[in-house]
């Protein structure tokens, strides 16, 4: 019988895997630490990271295996004056920064296992690129925004 039998070997939520993607990555961390998440706290210490799974499905429904093909929007956000801390635009030059760095690791990354802080494992295959960084203006929030789309190819791993 076509389909997946085993329910508990569905992809785990994209979000926290992507999110346990970025924190074993060092570059990432060096400038935004553990804050990432899946949105922008009140009083955020920024920079800030917020990813947001915008779409999911499996690959192939009628398949054995599960492997899972997310849309994932990230968002990086960075201080509310600019770098020196006097200018009076949002601080856009670090939140680009940070977003290339994200947009570099996402073009090299495949075949990579991660275990979330929960303990879930998954096995991503690939992170393709579905938009470059942008600059996305947010008047009202008043800090500096950054954001691209991903997609990921992952499934999950014992």
């Not at 925004?145 to 991903?150: G, H, I, L, N, P």
Request: a negative charge.
């Amino acid at each position: 019988m076509p389909g997946i039998t085993n329910l508990t070997n569905l992809p785990p939520d994209p979000e926290i895997v992507f999110r346990a993607w970025m924190l074993s990555k060092s570059s990432i961390t060096d400038e935004v630490g553990t804050r990432i998440a899946t949105r922008l706290p009140a009083e955020a210490t920024l920079p800030f990271v917020v990813i947001r799974a915008e779409g999911n499905a499996l690959l192939e429904e009628q398949s054995q295996s599960a492997i899972g093909l997310s849309s994932v929007r990230i968002l990086v956000y960075a201080g509310r004056w600019g770098s020196d801390g006097t200018k009076p635009e949002p601080d856009f030059a670090t939140a680009s920064d940070i977003a290339q760095i994200i947009y570099k690791e996402c073009f090299v990354e495949s075949n990579i296992q991660v275990t979330t802080s929960g303990g879930t494992k998954a096995h991503i295959y690939n992170i393709n690129i579905e938009s470059a960084p942008v600059r996305s203006e947010s008047r009202e929030l008043q800090v500096a925004v950054f954001d691209m789309s991903v997609s990921m190819t992952y499934r999950y791993s014992e």
